[in-house]
């Protein structure tokens, strides 16, 4: 729970950055609303429920939610402006990752199916933690566990980014958000998901193709257990990109949830 929280108080982080680097913008007062919203639950398991629960979540259908705001992209005057965003990518000119979006739920559905993998995902609603950032909920289906989306506004023309994601049943303590990743990457935290395996990746701005892929293993039975490894990494010529932790479905293999954080490339 604790490592959670901090994993939290990271994303937070990336926010406090923005911050530094615009100095127009409104103080970010995200980190309450973060921290008590999204807090991780000692009780809670990863196995998959058989019957949905009585009171289910305000939702919206992806089908719904990525045609009803996105915009043409406009250009990048600053790219910097950008580089704590996760989604969508600032300098694509054609697919999924060249959209804007007027709506915080738009772009985090499009970084839930578009980025991270997931299939016809149910979206909850937006809350907001001040004038420009909130969090959106993304399950894999209504009784699912929730990966929380962190959206912020960026640039002129204030269209919504995604900064990243966490799922309180895999908490990363390594990489952190913002941290360099050059031929190695160490990757620590503890996770309880579906027979303990959590893939991971990392992918860098720009290139469909992911930078590294590979495996740890937390604990499978509703107890957290601890990763601890390090992966060489091949170099690229892009200088952002993000690591992802994600469990599958133990019924069809799809996406369940997912944490993703924010990382520097370093070659």
Known sequence: VAAFAALIIAIVAVVLVLDRRNTT??????????????????????????????????????????????????STTDPAAYDTAVWPWPNAATGPAAQRFADPVDAAVSFAVDFVGFTDPVAGEFRAGDSRSGEVEIRNRADGPPTTVFVRQLGADNTWWVLGSATENIVIERPEALESIGNTMVVKGEARTFEGHVQVTLRAD????????????????????????????????????????????AKDGSIWEASVIRVMLDN
């Open 25 to 74: 913008e409104t103080a970010d007062t995200t980190t309450t609303a973060l921290a008590t919203t999204t807090a991780a639950d000692a009780s809670t398991t990863t196995a998959e429920p058989t019957t949905a629960p009585s009171t289910a979540p305000s939702t919206t259908s992806s089908t719904e939610s990525t045609t009803s705001t996105t915009t043409e992209p406009t």
């Open 206 to 249: 720009g290139l469909t193709d992911p930078v590294f892929e590979g495996n740890v293993t937390g604990r499978g039975d509703g107890v957290f257990g601890p990763f601890d490894e390090t992966f060489a990494i091949d170099p690229v010529a892009v200088d952002t990109g993000a690591a992802l932790f994600v469990s599958k479905s």
